[in-house]
Structures are given as C-alpha cells and as structure tokens.
C-alpha cells in the first residue's frame, strides 16, 4: 500500500511528520511517500491513500487516525478521490500540476509527470525562439510588477557579455503568500528547469535563487534538488547534450523584506546592504555584479517549463485581456479555507474568496480583503466584483501583486490597518530614499494625530500630500506602493478614521506575517 | 579675493564622443551621451535642487528632490538617475514638482536641529540653501515626532567631528569613502529611519578610517565638519595653491577669514588629483604656525655658542662673508650647497644658479639623490630623459598594474585612490614587494600575484620576467623593430639561461611558476603600466633596476600610449622640480650635461659668469670631502641630511668638519642643530611659484600670506649671491620662471600667465606642445629610438651574517611625512605616536619578542631602540621600519653603500640582528639636549 503524507512546512507544522512516522510504523506493506502539498491547507495534514480508482484523500489526519485508514475503516476523514475535490477540480494547475502529486525530490517521478519536456524542446530551439516563445504566451512576472517576462529575456538576449545571469526571487515575504515556498518544497526541479531555460534562452551560465531566511526546509530541499539535478545532467556542463553551462546556486536571505525588491535583491547577492538601486540602469543590461541579468520571481519561472512543453498559445489561450495564463493565487486572512489556487486570469475575487474560499474563518461578514500583499489596496466587501486581471485591478488604484489574499471580517479597525502600512514600511524601509526613510514614520505619527482628532483636518490633508510624495517620490515600489492600503483605507472606510481616544495598536501589530 | 565655490554639476562626467540634445525648459543644451538629466541642466544654467547628488560621485537617486516632469515619460524620475535621450524635453520647475520637493524638505527639516543661527555649517550647508531654493515655509509634521536629535557627536578625529544629529543619511560620505577614497571605513548602519552613517560600528580614530577628508567635503551638512571651522567660522576666501608634501602635488583651495587659514580644500580642478586629499594635504599645515617655527636669522661661531638672533642684512653679510673666507683660505670648490625638493622650481633655480655662478663652482646636489637619482639615470639612459612616461589619469586605462618597491596607499595616497578605483573596475594587479602592503589585499581589491622577493634581488626579478618575455615569445616585435635599438644584443643577454624564473628561485625567493605566470599576465594582459617608488631605486643596483623595467616595457611595447608606461613615484613635492632645475652637479636644467659646451654658453651668457664644465660634488662626495679637509662650507637649503642621509654617524663626522655650515629651514631641525647660520625659511602658504610633479605636471604655488620671515627664499639666495659679488635680480618669481624658461627647451613655453590660464601643465611644455605633454614617447622616444640595456644582477655586498642575521628595509606610513619635521608637529601624531620595527612573528618568537616590546636593533654601524610590532605583513627574516621620529634615528643603522652609478642610498638593505630591550640607548636619552649623538663602536 502506497501512503502520500506531506512534506510541505504548512502541512509538518499541523503534525504531517508524526502522521508519517506512525504510518511508518504501523508495519509491513505500507510505502509512505513524502509528497508536496495540495495546497488546502485547511485540510493538513492531507494522507492520501493510493487505490486502484485512485488517490483517496484523508484530513485533516492525527497519528490517531492512522489504523483507521489503513484498515480503511476511516469514514470520517475520508474526503474521496483529491483530484475530484472540487477545490482540485475548478484549477487549472500548470505551475502547480505537480505539487502535491509527485515526490519532490524524485527525478523519475519528475519525468514520468512531464518534467523536463519543457527543457528538451528548448534546446531544440534557436535562444532567440524561445525567447519568442515566452513573449508570445504573454507570460508576465508573477513577482508583482506584471513586466512582460518575454520582453525582459529579449533585453538580456541582446546584451552583449561574457557572463549572464538568472537569479530567481524566491525572497517571498508579502503577507499573505506562501506558492513559492509550497513550489520550491513541492516541486523544485520545476523550478530548475524554468531557469535552465531561461539561462539557455538568454545566453546565461550561472544563476542564484535568492531564497528568505524564513524558508529553511524549501532551502534544504532545493539544495538536494540541485544536487541531484546535477548528478542527472540537468545542471552543469552540456545540459541533456546542448552544449550549454550552466551553475546554480542557493544564497539565504536575511530577514530584509527589502530584499525581495529586484535591485536590493542583487546587492544582497552581491554580499552588499540590501539597498534599492535607481533604474536606470536595469538588471537586464547592468545587472549581478554589473552583468546583464534576468530575475524573475519563482512562479515566473516555474511557469515557463509548461509553456515550452506544451506551446505558447496554449499559454495565451487562458486568462483575459493581457492578463495571459494562471496565476496562483494564495488564501490567508481570515478565511474558512485557506491556501493556493492556480488558475486562469479573469475569475472574480468574490467567487475566490467566497465560494472557494468560504468566507471568513470567523464567519462573521467579510468587509475587506487586501490583495497584492502588504503594499496592495483594500478592496471593500462591495467590490469583490473584480475580476482577477492585471488591467482590472490597476483601475480600481488596486494590485495583483503576487496573488496573496488576505480577508480581513467585519471587526477590522481599517484606521489601525493604515497605521499598519505606515508602520510595516517604515520597519522594513530600506532607508535610502527620504520619502520612504522619513515619511513613513511621519505617516504614522500623522494618522495618530488624526485618530486623535488633533486638527484632523490638517492632517489628513497632511496625510493626503504625503501619500503622493511617497508616490511620485519614491526610489522604489516599497514607498511608492506604502500609499495604496492607506489611501483605499481612507477612501472605502473614511468612518474609521474618526477620532477616539486610543488605538488598538497591540491588536494588529503582529499581523504582518499571516502567511 | 572671495571664495571659490566650484559649480557642482551634480553627476560626473560621461566619456565618450557621441553627443545628445534635450530641451531643459525650453533651453537646448548638447550633452555627451550618458549624461544625467540632472548635469545636463547644470550645463545650461539650470541647477535642479540636490542633496544626495555631487559630481565627484556616481548618482544615488535617494534625495528624491532633483524630480522632474519628462513629456512623454509617466511620472516624476529623479534627473540624477535619468540619463539624456535624443529629443528629450525636461521640465525642471512646475507646481507638481515645487509641491513634492517642498514635501521631502518638510520631511528633513522634521528631523534636523533648528540651531542654523548658531551652526558651524551656517553660509554653506547645501540643506540650509534647498530649503530656500524649494520655498519651505511650515513643517506640518511638527517637530515632536520621532527624531535623531539626540544623537552623540563624535569628536575622535583630531580634525574633523561627526555630529550624527545634523545627518541627513544621504550617504554622500559613505559613498566617498568608498568610490573616490576606496577605503570603505563607512556605511550605514540599520535601516529605514534608523539607517545611521557609522565607521564600523567604532568612533572614526578607531576605525578604518585614513582621515582623508574625502567625507568631509562631500556631506552637504554641518554633520561632517572641520574641527577648525567649528573653532573659527566660515573662511572668506580662498586661494588655490599646491600641497607640499608628496609627489603627487594635489590642488587645494586655502580657504581664509583674513590672513587666518581655516582649512585646506581640495580642487576639483586640480589635474593630479581632482578633487581628492589625503590626511596630510588636508589637515596636518599647522606646522607653518607652530611655535617651534623660527622667522629670524641666527648666528653664530661655534656650534658650541648659542644662537645669536640678528636682522636679515646682518646673517646675509655674515654668510657671504664667511663663504668667501673659506674659499680664499681652502679654494673655490672647498664650498658647495645642497638644493631642496620642498621648496618651489624658482627657489631651488636660484640656488643652483647661485652656487655656479657665484661660488664659481658645481658643487650642487639635491635631496633626489637619496632617493629617485637612478630614476633619472635609467630613464636617460633607456628613453632619453628623467621623467615618468605617463600623467596620472593613465592608470585609469590601465589593464595590468605592476607595482614595485612602492606602497602607494601609504606614501602617495591619492595617486593610490586613482589606481584602486582601475583595480575595483577589474585591472589586474602585481606587486613586487617583500613585504605584504597593503594594496596586496584590501577592500575590493586584491593582487594576482604577490612577489615576496628577497630585499636587494630587484634586478634578478627583472630579468626573470623579461626572460619569460623573450624566451616565451611574448616581445612586442613591431615596436622594438621600429622604436628601439639594441634588442639583439639584450635579447641575448636576457634569454641566457641564468636569467630564468627557475635559476633566479634561489636568489631571489620567487617561485618560478608564480613569476612566469605574472611576466605572461605583464606581457599579454593589455595596456600595462609600472609604477615604482624608492624599493627600486634605492640599491646598489638601482640604477640598473630602472633601466631593467624600462626594458621591460619596451619590449612588450608598453610605452607611449595611455595606460602604460614606466612610472616613479616620486617621494617630495618638488623632487622633480629640482632634479629639473639643474640640481644635480653634473647637469643643468633640463638635464643638460655640463660638459656639453654649447649648453654652457646659453647659461654663460644669460649668467655672464662662467660655468665650469665638469661636475661638481655629490652629497656622498661632499660628505667625504668634508672629512678629509678639502670641503669647508655648505649650504643647505630645507633639507634635514642629518635624518634622512644613511649612516648617520658618518654624515654628523662631515658636518662636524665644516668651517661654516647654513641651514635654511621652517624649523632647527637635526642638522641645524650642528649649523653656523640659521637663514628661516619659508612654509609653502608664503611662497610663490611652482612645483612639479611626478607626472611632471607644473603647479602653482601661490601664496596665501606674506612671507611670516619677512622674505622669499628666493630673495635669501639672490642677496647672498649679491653680497659674494653676483647680483641676481627678480622682481618677483614669475621673472625667474622666465628665464628658466629662456634656458631650458622642455620649459620653453612655460609661464606664470600660462599656468594661471591652464591650471597646469606637464612639460615638455613649448612650441611642439605649447599646453604640454601628458604622455611621452608616444611617437618616438625622447633619445630617438629607445635603447636596450643589458642589466646583468649583481648582489649586493650587504648580505645577512651570523652577527646581523635579519635584513632591515625602511619606507613611510601614511600619516606622517619624510623625516616627520612637518608632520609631527601636527595632530598627524595621533596615528603615529612612533617608529615601529615590523617583525616577522617566527623572528619576534626566537628572540623572546612580544608585540610593543623596546626592541634594540643594530647594524655594522649603529644601534638604536623603538618598539617592536610583531606582524605577519612582513616575511621571515625582513624587519621594516620608518624614519618619521629623530628619537629613533632609523639612519643610525642604514650603511654607507650605494647605487653604483648615483650613489643613491641602499636604504632598503641593511644586515641587522633584533634583541630584546629593557633601557633605550644612550643616544636617545641624551635626545633633547642633543641631536642623536653618534655611537662609538
């Protein structure tokens, strides 16, 4: 009998490992495998049973429930076939076709699941054709900023240099999101791959994954993936007989939020401060170390193997409007069922949220949701409406960002939410630039006058030119964006920025990591 | 005369001839490409408010006030960070922009001290000017918010504070620190609003910091300040001059309230260093006003008598008077003089003139020959004259950098910026060195190869590398057939097998792999340049050194362009300039031998005196002569022989000989201690005139108060000359510049007026090259075809022995200056308390030494005491120390042996034995009644 049970950090902080153990355990003819998730978190630790009609899932399981199971007595936890949960069923899962099926760290399971098709059509292809190929599936960087990832490949292509990089972002800290770090536990030879054809496509020969500090199991399982990608010929010399080299790396980041930002990214890389570049010049031309470099974010590059396996109007063929393809999003928050759902551009953010989400865990109203991490806009309960789409959320002063979801139910201070932003900026401000450096902090203390009620109408005029000078004036997305959950706190909630005597300062101020 | 304030453009300079036209409100402005948007309105008259930006730095973008609309373009991009595209049209002044710079001031101002009234920075922090520029009116925020106001001032430095409360963390002074002084001392600590400029976590003396100044001059604020404006207000004016320490002869604004110098500035558009200083040119000029100063004349008969203190007709008359004694009772070569390269080209012109046309003798010699003498021997006799081949930009295109027998982070600082700038950018670079500077590993910069040789092996290496040139097939063969002469002959020479990397292993402590891999990298590794200092030349063999890296080069064509070239670093302010001027015994200016009889006739009719032809004494020579009788007067003019001549018991047995000896000097130094006549010299904040070089580049000197003596050194000379019968008549130096001018070809277009016009210029300077001449040999060597020199290695005789097991090699650290006359009367001694005997840590443990142990250390011909400094930068049997402190006498132990063919010093080989010390020896005991008294055996 063959028994997946996750090795995902969600699903082991839930108990995954002593559910393993105790199939282990429980004698002869049980193989457990140590899957990825699923990604319904709600639901781990996830056991799924391999039958002849299938994988039966079981969950959220307890060591306790292991006889059961195995005796396949266990009716209670038995949700049926997983890939015909209707969570499962609604995606369409091409990052993520794998996590959750597969062990992460068997290269056979990876190439009797499709792995690697992707790299080996690449290499029979002319650089500048598969650089065409990612600009024609209309894919774009799921980092956050959209930038056609085609476009940004073609720059580094055209870039004369010796030496080119791929560094993969993969310092996941926007509240609320969690894919790259169930991407990189789940399957990273995606990973590898996408960026083995990213390096081939640019002409690159070395790359780094620039993986948070917080992320200490996907760092050692990516290791090990890299290890054996290069005992397979995956990585190194003459990949799969092309003729192409190409090395790669893992460098730990080191608690700087900051750093996920592309240029402080790279002077991290580079054994630096992690601090803000200005662009121009851009890391495709002057990039790691003053070479052109792509860098993209993992769910970037994880998408890339699909489009070459299966063709670039494939790709195309989903999302809507320029929006081409899936994205992953991420449930957190307050949420009856949280974790991630791949699927095509164009589904509202009220299906999301409430029908595949099922409302708040609380179950008392939704009346915000914050969608693009901590720099995204909140968007009211009455503007769920919005399909999830680069351009329609743009309109609405709102963002994608990296699909974090963080629903917040109707006891929410929003006053205290601005303060948050404020305060979150100011804590994680990189500090070279005066907006961000000083103006975040000013920010805080000028929605504490206005809760005051100290000349609240000054203030919040104060409040009002800040947030454009942060805006207009910022070296980076960091302080440019900071104003997006302030002002859309100030426009959809006005009510809660009349004075009082005190605010609940204790009550969020630890809310900043929900993933 | 008011204040310079150069116009600060913002962003540097972009190369390249490509050029782009914008529109900047409405003004069209043409640009080189590369340009920032920010520079290009600076050039049409347009100055976008700025904090972060200045053009000695690369933009940061982090004030975000230099905002401007840019049509076409969304949004409001920082015009430091733009660069200028075709066709652009720049908005630098619109309501949007006027409101978001008003914003970031508000910003600043809610976090800054309010004290402007009473602030050191008052009239000249670019804070207080863009917050009238931008129109601040209110700070909304209040100023009761978060804040750094009580941050602690850090007054470590002797000369500079850091009040952390009145920074605006624009990093103007990290980046400094790091892009132009290349030390990376500073950085900032934290993040966001807590992000705070620190020196590593340390106060400023006790980190990394070297004291440059580069970060006090790029803050924009009160925050990095000079202690001297703190103590006496805002200069008024300014005069731009040239520093007289080093050779690198960098530009400074004196900057004066009055007649009171407030600091010293460096300009930017001075040609050696652009902008840049180093803790010598920077702070440490407040010797010329130290009380130990003399500015009377002095006599007396006997140096047993006390000086007795006299007017400037009186010690002028006296001084004549005894020289023609002297001559009449001994001949007229018993007397002579010694020119100094401290003093100004006119000084050390007149001098010289003095000594041959009214001693009537060419008994001249000059400080040059301790030290750069077998610079101009090699060089003449390779290329066809006595000058580096390249100006210090050069290093900037430079591939692979050799350095030998030089530590230029030390002893030309900032020189040394300019080249570690090339080596972060990725030249290679190879050091040649026995002991392990610090160029070999530093901040972002680390050498190919290190070749620890043994002291006094120079040529062996030498060899050994133009061996593997040869014999690899690496010779530059278009360039030797068609610029040089002699390749045969040397080829054959160098290509004998006892030339090789493997047979010279043994002499010279090289690895054979490691020296054919860094003669393969010199040979094929693009433009490479050589830079040397005093490691070469002063040897026996120095001499023969130059002219084996002049080989060198020439046989990998590395000579005549830019990037390349065979380069000494020259020791003194003016080495160069009075090696120029006809210092040398045997040459008059511009190297002229005396000898050649129609060079004498242009100097005889201009000096209607005879000059006779052959050459007079050398400083060795004088010396001897002086011991045995027939040498009885000497003129000395700022040069402490005392202290820097070898063998300081030989030199004090020639000075007790003297019938008459003058000392012209800022202060009694060792020598003019034994003196007869005190003439008081001149600092260079008085004089007026030019210095050269080591890149041959002419300098002003001008003088920012009158001469605190009462008189020119110039002045001095021609009255002594007169009063032995000689009128020599100036109206001022620029008429001596004129005839100097007159006399010498490769000057022949120099002028005072040109020089004010130009800034400066590197001679050759006339009508071929009427603005001078960077870069030399470009189409043809000086001598015609360059000339190959065999250069066969002879050891030296000063070899280890069982009673001086060690070899001992002296060189300068970067705080203190030569003999320290300057220096040490400076806050300069806060890093440089006293000399210090490196010591290998296997040679410190043998002899029972620790770290900061009184060490002794003798020689065959003298002993001193300092303290040990147990280190591994030194190899195994090498000890080093400086020669900064007279108490220490460094010189005690250095040896009478000398370059073969200039009799140049062997300062960096003398056999030595260390031992542990409990007591200093009764030299030093006896050091304040008396200058070091000399041992007996």
Redesign the interface.
């Known amino acids: 009998m063959t028994v997946y049970v996750p090795r995902d950090s969600a699903a082991c902080s839930v108990g995954a490992d002593e559910v393993a153990a105790a199939f282990e355990a429980s004698g002869a003819g049980v193989r457990v495998v140590r899957n990825g998730s699923r990604g319904m978190l709600w639901l781990e630790p996830l056991v799924e049973v391999v039958t002849d009609a299938g994988r039966i899932g079981y969950g959220p399981v307890t060591p306790a429930d292991v006889p059961s199971i195995l005796d396949g007595t266990n009716q209670e936890l038995s949700l049926g076939l997983v890939e015909e949960l209707p969570w499962m069923a609604a995606q369409n899962r091409l990052c993520f076709k794998r996590v959750g099926v597969t062990d992460p760290l068997s290269a056979d399971d990876y190439l009797s699941h499709g792995g690697m098709e992707g790299l080996r059509k690449a290499i029979t292809l002319a650089p500048a054709d598969v650089v065409a190929q990612v600009t024609e599936s209309g894919l774009r960087g799921r980092g956050g900023a959209g930038f056609p990832a085609g476009i940004k490949w073609k720059t580094v292509l055209d870039t004369p240099g010796e030496l080119k990089f791929v560094c993969c972002n993969a310092d996941e800290g926007d509240s609320g999101t969690f894919a790259d770090r169930m991407l990189i536990e789940g399957d990273p030879f995606c990973l590898i791959e996408g960026m083995t054809i990213a390096a081939y496509a640019t002409g690159a020969t070395e790359g780094y994954i620039y993986l948070r500090s917080e992320y200490p199991d996907a760092g050692r399982t990516l290791k090990q993936a890299i290890e054996i990608a290069y005992a397979r010929g995956w990585l190194g010399q003459n990949i799969l007989g092309s003729g192409h080299t190409f090395d790669l790396f893992v460098r730990m980041g080191a608690g ?1 939020y ?1 750093c996920g930002e592309e240029t402080s990214m790279l002077d991290s890389l580079e054994g630096k ?1 992690g ?1 803000v570049r ?3 010049p851009i890391p495709a031309i002057t990039g790691l170390f003053g070479k052109p470099t792509v860098v993209n974010n993992v769910l970037t590059l994880a998408s890339v193997p699909a489009i070459l396996a299966d063709g670039a109007e494939a790709y195309a063929a989903l999302g809507m409007e320029r929006s081409r393809g899936t994205q992953v999003f991420q449930l957190a928050g307050n949420i009856a069922r949280g974790g991630v759902f791949e699927t095509a551009f164009g589904m509202s953010l009220a299906e999301l949220v409430n029908d595949f989400g099922g409302g708040t865990r609380s179950g008392r109203p939704v009346r915000a949701v914050q969608v693009g991490g901590p720099l995204g806009a909140y968007l009211p309960a009455d503007r769920l409406d919005l399909p999830l789409d680069y351009e329609a959320f743009a309109a609405a002063n709102a963002m994608l960002g990296h699909g974090g979801i963080v629903v917040f139910d109707d006891t929410v201070d929003m006053a205290a939410m601005a303060r948050f932003a404020m305060e979150f900026c ?17 920010g805080v ?2 929605i504490d006058k206005i809760v005051a009620g100290q000349d609240t109408d ?1 203030n919040l005029a ?1 409040l009002n ?2 947030c ?2 942060m805006t ?4 980076c997305a960091m302080g440019g964006l900071t104003p997006n959950p302030v002002l859309s706190a100030l426009k959809h909630f006005p009510d809660d920025f009349t004075p009082r005597t005190a605010l609940p300062i204790a009550a969020v101020s630890h809310q900043e990591k929900t993933s | 005369m008011s204040l310079i304030k150069e116009h600060d453009l913002g962003t540097p300079a972009q190369p390249g001839e490509a050029t782009i036209t914008v529109e900047v409100d409405g003004h069209p402005v043409t640009v080189p490409e590369g340009t920032s948007v920010m520079r290009a309105a600076a050039l049409s008259g347009i100055d976008i408010p700025k904090l972060c930006a200045t053009d000695s730095l690369e ?7 230099c ?1 401007v609309e840019i049509d076409g373009r969304k ?2 991009p ?1 015009s ?4 200028v595209a075709p066709g652009m049209k720049v908005r630098t002044q619109t309501p ?1 922009l006027e ?2 710079r008003q ?2 001031m508000e ?2 101002i ?2 800054h001290p309010l004290d402007c009234l009473t602030c050191s920075a008052n009239g000249d922090c670019e804070l207080q000017d863009m917050s009238g520029v931008v129109g601040l009116r209110q700070v ?2 209040g100023y009761e ?2 804040n750094h106001l009580d941050l602690l001032t850090d007054e470590s430095n002797p000369y500079f504070n850091f009040e952390a409360s009145k920074c605006i ?1 624009c ?1 103007r002074c990290v980046r400094a620190c790091g892009e132009i002084q290349g030390t990376f001392a500073l ?2 600590e ?6 705070k400029v620190s020196a590593g976590g340390v106060d400023f003396m006790n980190s990394e910091c070297v004291s440059c100044g580069a970060c006090v001059q790029a803050c924009p604020t009160a925050t990095l300040q000079e202690k001297s404006v703190v103590d006496l207000g805002m200069p008024t004016r300014s005069v731009v001059t040239t520093c007289a320490y080093c050779g690198v002869g960098c530009s400074f604004k004196a900057e004066l309230r009055g007649d009171e110098l407030v600091r010293m500035v460096p300009y930017k558009d001075g040609g050696a260093n652009e902008g840049h200083s180093c803790v010598k040119g920077r702070f440490a000029f407040g010797y010329a006003t130290h009380p130990d100063r003399k500015l009377e004349p002095m006599i007396r008969e006997s140096i047993q008598d006390e000086w007795q203190v006299v007017d400037w007709e009186t010690a002028i008359t006296y001084t004549a008077r005894k020289l023609r004694e002297v001559q009449e009772k001994y001949g007229q070569g018993s007397i002579g003089g010694i020119t100094s390269s401290r003093t100004t080209n006119e000084e050390v012109y007149v001098v010289q003139k003095m000594i041959r046309a009214a001693f009537g003798n060419n008994n001249v010699d000059t400080c040059a020959r301790v030290c750069h003498s077998p610079t101009g021997y090699g060089l003449k006799q390779t290329f066809g004259t006595s000058a580096g081949t390249q100006d210090f930009k050069s290093v900037a295109a430079a591939d692979v950098i050799v350095v030998i027998g030089a530590n230029p982070t030390d002893a030309h600082p900032v020189f040394a910026s300019r080249m570690k700038k090339r080596l972060r950018e990725g030249a290679k670079l190879i050091v040649v060195d026995p002991r392990r500077i610090d160029l070999v590993r530093s901040p972002h910069v680390e050498a190919q190869h290190h070749l620890k040789l043994q002291p006094g092996t120079n040529v062996a290496v030498v060899n050994a590398f133009a061996h593997v040139v040869v014999t690899e097939g690496l010779v530059a063969d278009d360039f030797v057939a068609e610029r040089c002469e002699g390749y045969e002959d040397w080829a054959e020479f160098i290509a004998r097998p006892e030339n090789s990397p493997e047979a010279t292993e043994s002499i010279t402590g090289v690895p054979a792999a490691e020296l054919r891999a860094a003669a393969r990298l010199y040979a094929t590794g693009g433009n490479a340049a050589i830079y040397y200092g005093l490691g070469v030349t002063e040897h026996s063999q120095g001499s023969t050194m130059v002219i084996g890296m002049a080989n060198l080069a020439m046989a990998t064509g590395n000579i005549g362009r830019d990037g390349v070239g065979v380069n000494p670093l020259r020791g003194q302010n003016n080495v160069q300039g009075s090696c120029d001027m006809g210092s040398f015994p045997h040459e008059l200016s511009g190297y002229r031998h005396v000898a050649d009889d129609a060079v004498r006739e242009t100097f005889e009719a201009v000096w209607g005196r005879p000059v006779l032809p052959e050459p007079g004494l050398r400083i060795p020579n004088m010396f001897d002569a002086a011991i045995d009788g027939s040498f009885k007067a000497l003129f000395v003019q700022g040069e402490d022989i005392a202290q820097s001549d070898p063998n300081t018991k030989h030199v004090f047995a020639a000075l007790e000989s003297l019938d008459l000896l003058v000392v012209q000097d800022l202060f009694i130094n060792e020598t003019a201690k034994m003196a007869h006549v005190f003439l008081p010299g001149t600092s260079f904040l008085e004089k007026d005139g030019t210095f050269t070089n080591a890149e041959r580049r002419i300098n002003r000197v001008r003088p920012v108060m009158a001469p605190k003596t009462g008189k020119h050194e110039w002045q001095v000379a021609c009255e002594i000359a007169e009063a032995m019968g000689y009128p020599m008549k100036y109206g001022n130096p620029s008429e001596i510049m004129d005839e100097i001018a007159a006399l010498t070809p490769t000057f022949a277009g120099v002028s005072f007026d040109k020089l004010d016009k130009l800034g400066s210029v590197q001679w050759p300077c006339n009508d071929n090259a009427p603005e001078g001449t960077p870069i030399m040999h470009v189409d043809g060597f000086v001598r015609g075809k360059g000339h190959f020199v065999p250069t066969t290695f002879v050891p030296t005789d000063e070899r280890s022995t069982r009673k001086y097991p060690l070899i001992l090699t002296t060189g300068r650290i970067l705080s203190q200056y030569n003999v320290g006359a300057q220096t040490r009367r400076t806050a300069n001694v806060a890093w440089h308390p006293e000399d210090l005997l490196e010591i290998h840590p296997h040679d410190a443990e043998v002899r029972g030494i620790n770290d900061g142990d009184m060490v002794s250390l003798a020689s065959r011909v003298g002993e001193t005491t300092l303290r040990a400094m147990v280190s591994d930068r030194m190899p195994v049997g090498v000890v080093y120390t400086t020669f900064h402190h007279p108490i220490t006498g460094a010189n005690v132990v250095t040896t009478e042996n000398s370059d073969w063919a200039t009799n140049c010093p062997e300062y960096k080989v003398t056999a030595v034995q260390v031992g542990l010390k409990t007591q200093a020896v009764p030299t030093q005991e006896a050091h304040e009644e008396r200058p070091i008294t000399v041992l007996t055996d």
């Open positions: 700087a900051i401060r601090m200005a662009k121009p100011a804590e994680e401000s990189c500090g070279k630039c005066t907006p961000c450096r000083v103006g975040s902090v000013r203390e000028t000054t104060l030119d800040l454009e000078l207009d004036g910022s070296l | 933009a940061f973008g982090s004030c975000r006030l905002l949004g409001t920082a430091c960070t733009t660069p949007r409101k978001l914003g970031v910003l600043y809610s976090d909304r925020y918010g978060e963390a990093s950085t900032i934290g993040r966001g609003f807590e992000s």
